[in-house]
Structure formats: C-alpha cells, structure tokens
C-alpha cells in the first residue's frame, strides 16, 4: 500500500514539474536552435539535426513532429543549414553521428542513453525540459515563457566536448 | 552605384575571408537580441549581459524608439529620459548633465561610438553635432547613471552615454533620408552596406545639414558676427569581418565638418569644429578568455574660433588611445575582466601662441562578477589611472607659469560596486555605489591662459589664467532602483534614488560677478552634492497604444558661489503617448522643467553678464509617420510647438519638417 502510494506520489511530482511531458514550443525551438550559433565549433555546411523520440510514447511523437513541422516550414527561423531528421531514440547509435539533438517531449526515461550516445559522438542536446539539463544528462536546457532562459550544464558540455563562446557563457546560466 | 562601390572594396583589403569564418563569433548584439527577446549591453559592466540581468541602473533607446520619436538629434532623444537634462547654447548646440550638474561647456559625461570615446578631450567637452553618427545607422543608444571611472576612466563622473550603431555585416542599413523644414532646414542623409563574401560588410553613411541660426535672444550690432549659420557635413565608414579562428575585426573611419554658435557663461562662442577619426579594433577567443585590442586616433581641429572676450583662435587637439582587455568565465558563476589602455592627448592653440599641452595617461582595471544565484548578482571593479601632465612652446603673453610648471603627475583609483536581486518574477531591486575621479581638461591645466584688455578698467587689463595645480575631484555616486513589471497594463515601472558628492570642482572664471581684478587663476573649490528620485512608467509595443511618463526631482547644493549657486530645475516631467496601425504611427512628446537661475548676457565691449531666472518651460513635439510602401517613410514632425528657454541667451524657435526615408 505504501509502495503502492509512493509510486502515486512519485508520477504526481513528475507530472507537475516544469517540462516534465510538456510539449515544446516554437519559441523554445528557435532560442535552442539559436544557441547552435554560440558554440565555439558548429557544424559547418548543411548537417542534420536530429529530432529525437520516443515512439511508444505519444507526447513524444506529437512533440517531435510539431518540432519537425517548424522547421519544415521554417517557422522556427533556423538556419538553411540544419535539416531535421526525426531519430527513435532506440536507434540512435544506427544512425550516423549527429552534431546537434533536439530531445522531444516525454523522454525522460531516455535521458541517461541520449547521455551517452551524446558524449561518445560530442553532440550538443537541447531540451525545453530544464531536469534534463539539472541532472547534466543535457547540455543546453531552454525555457520560453515568461522569459527566455537558457541553461547549460557544464558537467555535460565538459563531457561531450562542447565549448561555447565566452561572451555567450556570461549571459546565460551555468550549472 | 547601389551596393556596389570599387572604392570600398579597395578600402578594404585586408579582408581576406575564408568559408571557415561562416560561424566566427563576435559580440553581435542582433544576434544576442534574437536569442533572448530583449536588448544586451556591454556598457554596464564591461561584460556582455542582458539588460534585465545588469546590475547597473541604465536606460536602453531602441532603434524602433527613434523611428517613433520624431526627434532629429541625440540630445533631444536623452532629455526625454528621467534624470537627464539640456541646456541649449544655439538651436543646434546642446549640453547634457545626469544627476544634477550642469552648465555650458563642462561636460561630466562620457560619450561613446561603439566604445569609442566621442569627448573632445582637450576641452573635456561632448560636442554633441560634431558625432559621426546618423540616426538611422544607430541600434541602440545605452545611458547609465552615475560615476563609471572604474570603467571609462577620469570623467566618466555623472554618467555614460554609449551610441551603438548596426552591425555592417548582419545589419545592413540602406536607406536615404531627405528633410525639409522651416527655418530654411536642409538636411540630407544616406547610408549604404555592402557585404563582403557573407561574413565582413562595409557601410559608408553621409550626411549634411543646414539651417537658419535662430533664437539668439539679445542680437544686436555688437554679437550678431557670432550667428552664423549651422552647418554640419559628415562621412563615416564602418567595416567589420568575421575572420576564422572566432575572431573579428573592425575599422571605424569619420569625419565631420561643423560650424555652430553655443555659449559659455557669460560669453557667445562662434566655431568651426572639423573632427577626423579612425579606429581599429579585434576581438578574438582564446585559452585565457575573449580578448579585445582597439586602437584610434581622434583629431579636433578648430580652424577657427571666436570668442567675444579672446577674438579668434586656433584650436587643434589629438588624441591617441590604445586599449587592451581580457574577459573570462572562471567556473560557471565568476567572470572576470583585466583591461590596460593608454592615451596620449596633445592639444595647441593659438591662444597660448604656439604652445602644446599634454597629457599622457595609463591605466589598468579589474572587473569581477559573481552570481550568488539565478536570482542574485553583484559586480565589482576598480581602475587606476596615472595622468602626466607637459607643456612645450611658448607660453601665453605675461604667462606667470613656466613650462616646468607643467611637469607633474596626478593619480586617481576609482570603483564600482553594484547588486541586482530579482526578488521575484516582476520585480527587481538594484543597488550601487560608485567612486569616480574627475581630471581636469587640458584646457583647463594651461590652454586658454589669455590676456583680455577689454575687462579691465586698468591699463594693465585682465590675465585669465589656467593653472597646472589644478588637482582631480571626486564623485561618490550612491543609487537605488526598483523595476516592476505591471502585468495587468504591460507596462514597467521604476522608482530610482541617488545621492552625490562631488568633493571639489574647477572655480569657473566667469566674469559673471563683473569685478574688475587684474587677474583671474581657476583653483580647485569645494564640490557639491546632488540628491533625486526618478519615477519612470512605460508601454511599449509596435502596434497599438504606446505610453509612458517619468518625473525627476534632482537638488543640487553647491559648497561654493561661481555667481550660480544652485541654479538647476528641481523638477522634470516627461510624457508620451503614440499609436501606431496598419503602417501609421503618431505620437506626442510633452516636457515641463522648472525655473531655474541662469546667465544674462548684455551685448558690447566687453559684454556684461548677471544672473537671471530661467523661466519655467513646457516642450511639445508631435509627429506622424507613414509607412507608404515597404521602402518608403513619410514623416512630419513639429518640435517646441511653443517656443521656450532651457539658457537666457537662446530661445528654441517652433520648427516644422517633412521627413522622407527611402530604404534600398
């Protein structure tokens, strides 16, 4: 019954925290696909970017063609030169080496293999979900609304090989 | 023609680009502005950061701000803003004072291009017409309060107005602006960016303007040679490159040619300014952090100069400055800032019949800035400066200095301490405190040492002496501020105090007391201190109702009696309101400023100065605009709807003009 009560109490946390299977928004979009141009190596030329979800879990989906739409439609603004490329994230060492990850919505069981993945091939993940990035599973976390706030963690960007500029790091938040 | 100019790309040679430059950083503020929804600033602290984030009281004019002020020059934009005031010495001259202080040519603020110091160095003076800057090529002008010499340097004492201009490489401004007006106003500027290989760009602005010189109050036989007309031309080239390896360079070229007519206490001046700039600078990342290194050379030349009391005169001044900086994150919560700069100014005059006064200055700066939590910041930095006066030629006629006289030194350490807490989501309180030290001008230590028979009752006439003891003065700032965001109108709200002393000042050789001495040596006499509040609301939107006021309370105690005591207006208040729809916009400026005291002048020879009141003012300025077609703008605009008189001898005339803006 405790178990039983416990477990209850975890997934009502879980539900209510911020980011936490909330859907991504444009404006998230476009501040994590800015951040792109801050690193101290981007990728040159046209490179894939890689829309990575979870398809058993359905906000997860719906998040990473939402994602996938605005780029298409170049609504989020980004640069010509990142193409999206939806990625299960099951399959992600079966695809080739992505540079730069945007985690859909919903994928927080996931966090620890996109680790992974992320530090053997130096990607930057992105996140609208700002536990991915406090608990240094991601490199940058973003948030929108009210006020763009950009998060990186410096334990997962030391970890992948991700530098940014300095004038960038002072003007956003470091953990 | 368009776009395309052989001469600037044989200008630039040195641009060699390579593919690899494509994502070369550099503090681009159009890209740090995308990212985060609002304005960054470099002017605070030395370090980039969002303007929400500074712990430095400032105020931010946006390029859409000028687009809905109406206003044609910079002066006129500042003195719609809380705790700024003018002070008109012609209808194209105008001095500017934050937080209390100010009089005709003693400027205590630091004025900047893109970093560039504008100050005319030699008179310690912001010539405000003689910037090379045209109001379309600007993005953002950042105005902090309060003493910043640990930051700028000596003079920096009541505040900093940095002018930032577009980018030449991700900005590009392609537009010509004609304007007509009354008071026979010709105006006409352009300016046209060309990129270079996607990653360097070049813009080449111009500009000329021509009015009637109006408004002298008392013009009679004896000082009508000193209303001439204003004219003002000007050229600047602004080239950037991204290079490969994260760095940037730039070159900054300007010159400007302008004739005005302004006051100084008792006295009309009637001047030929012709100002020549360049500037290089480079930025780059490194193991140790971002380095920046900038180099210019500013040349003043007066060609002529005339002065009711000294008659003509040559005036040239140069200043060579170099400054060096390295910027670093140390962890995820310190940034650190170390900086060097060296200048050497040298100015000549033919008042001083052929001498040269120098002043060599090296300086070293430490920043530190620490976030204690999201919430909570705090800066700190200190600067050092050593100032070492000369003199070579011949001195002034019955000059009782020597030339050894001018053979010392003067030191200063300067600080600044600031907090920010954003106390929750709407609110944010911010603290400073300030120590500034204030050099005297060269001017000042020995330029305008002068023989004047036509004050003197005696045949041995009256000796204005400058005087090389001069010593430096200094200015503790103190300040508080709290924004809060009102949800329920959109609208953000700031209450701001501050508190100043100013320990000593220069003793102004007036003549305002009319006494008839043999003669007159400037000496350093006790200081003042001023104490405000500002309140300040405003809306902003593109579209839509757009609205805002402030009002300042400012008092000055002046410790000694120059003939002006205390003479400042104790109350402002600023409003505005706009609406802007479907490519319409109008809005309406409106001002009121207390009386304060001030200087009549009484033309003739010599002319005779008294204090006066000004009288208690109110400005209105509207204007429309008309977005005709995505390349056209149509703007009639009306400043000082009724006359009024910030100075005695200069009334602001009504003024009316047609604006056209052609975008390419």
Known sequence: MLRALAVGMLLLILAILPGSGRATTLNELQVGIRVVDFMSKPPHGKSPLALIYDPQVKVSVDDALSLSNWLSSNSAASKDELVPVLVDVRQLDENPTFQIGFIAAGMERHYGRIFDYARRNQTLTISADLSCVRAGKCTVGVVGTPRVEVVISQQAALSCGIEFSEAFRMMVTEN | ?664
């Open chain 2, 1 to 664: 023609m368009r776009r395309t100019s052989l001469l600037l790309l044989v200008a630039l040679p040195w641009l060699r680009l390579s593919a690899d430059a494509a994502w070369a950083q550099g503090l681009d503020y159009g890209q740090y502005e995308a990212l985060f929804g609002e304005p960054v600033t470099s002017s605070a602290t030395g370090k980039p950061e969002r303007v929400s984030d500074t712990p430095i009281l400032m105020e931010l004019i946006t390029a859409e701000d000028i687009k809905r002020s109406g206003a044609r020059d910079i002066p006129s934009l500042l003195g719609r803003l809380a705790g700024i005031d003018v002070v008109h010495g012609s209808s194209g001259m105008a001095d500017l004072g934050i937080g209390g202080y100010i009089r005709p040519l003693t400027s205590r603020i630091m004025v900047l291009i893109n970093g560039r110091q504008v100050y005319y160095d030699g008179f310690g003076e912001v010539l405000w017409p003689t910037l090379a800057v045209e109001m379309a090529e600007i993005r953002q002008i950042e105005v902090i309060k309060g003493s910043q010499s640990a930051l700028y340097g000596f003079n920096a004492v009541d505040g900093v107005v940095n002018i930032v201009t577009f980018d030449p490489i991700a900005d590009p401004v392609n537009s010509l602006t004609a304007r007509l007006g009354n008071q026979a106003r010709r105006d006409l500027t352009a300016s046209v960016t060309q990129p270079l290989g996607g990653e360097a760009g070049v813009r080449l602005t111009a500009g000329t303007d021509h009015a009637q010189d109006t408004g002298m109050v008392t013009k009679t036989s004896t000082n009508t040679a000193y209303a001439k007309d204003p004219n003002r031309r000007s050229v600047s080239l602004d080239a950037a490159a991204n290079l490969p390896g994260d760095g940037r360079a730039r070159l900054e070229a300007s010159h400007t040619d302008v004739s005005a007519r302004t006051i100084a206490s008792n006295t009309f001046f009637d001047a030929r300014v012709v100002t020549d700039s360049i500037k290089g600078s480079y930025s780059t990342e490194s193991a140790i952090g971002r380095l920046d290194g900038t180099v210019y050379y500013t040349v003043v030349d007066m060609p002529w100069v005339e002065a009711q009391p000294v008659g003509s005169s040559h005036n040239s001044d140069g200043a060579l400055v170099g400054q060096l900086s390295d910027l670093l994150k140390v962890g995820t919560d310190d940034s650190l800032r170390f900086g060097l700069e060296a200048r050497r100014n040298a100015m000549t005059s033919a008042v001083l019949q052929g001498g040269t006064v120098t002043g060599d200055l090296s300086a070293a700066s430490a920043m530190w800035d620490h976030q204690w939590s999201p919430r909570f910041s705090m800066v700190n930095s200190a600067r050092y400066d050593y100032f070492k006066l000369g003199r070579s030629g011949v001195g002034a006629r019955q000059d009782i200095f020597s030339n050894d006289a001018f053979d010392r030194s003067l030191e200063g350490v300067s600080a600044n301490s600031a907090l920010i807490g954003k106390v929750t989501a709407d609110d944010s309180v911010r603290l400073s405190f300030a120590r500034g030290v204030k050099l005297p001008s060269l001017a000042n230590f020995g330029i305008l040492q002068h023989y004047l028979p036509q004050y003197s009752g005696s045949p041995n006439g009256l000796n204005y002496y400058e005087n090389p003891d001069l010593a430096t003065s200094v200015v503790y700032d103190y300040r508080i501020g709290w924004d809060h965001h009102i949800d329920a109108v959109d609208a953000t709200a700031r209450v701001a105090a501050f508190h100043d002393i100013t320990t000593k000042s220069i003793g102004t050789a007036n003549l305002v007391t009319g006494k008839r001495v043999t003669a007159i040596l400037e000496t350093m006499v006790p200081g003042w201190v001023s104490n405000g509040v500002e309140l300040d609301l405003r809306h902003k939107v593109r579209d839509g109702w757009t609205w805002g006021g402030n009002y300042t309370f400012d008092r000055l105690h002046e410790h000694s009696d120059g003939g002006l005591r205390d003479a400042f207006p104790e109350h402002k208040i600023n409003l505005n309101v706009g609406y802007a729809l479907n490519g319409w916009d109008a809005d309406l400026y409106g001002s009121y400023v207390s009386a304060t005291k001030g200087v009549v002048i009484t033309p003739g020879t010599p002319p005779t100065a008294a204090v006066g009141w000004v009288k208690s003012h109110y400005i209105l300025s509207p204007h429309i605009g008309w977005q005709a077609r995505d390349n056209l703008r149509v703007e009639l605009a009306a400043e000082n709807l009724w006359p009024y008189q910030d100075s005695l001898p200069q009334r602001m005339e009504t003024s009316y003009y047609l604006s056209v803006t052609v975008s390419y």
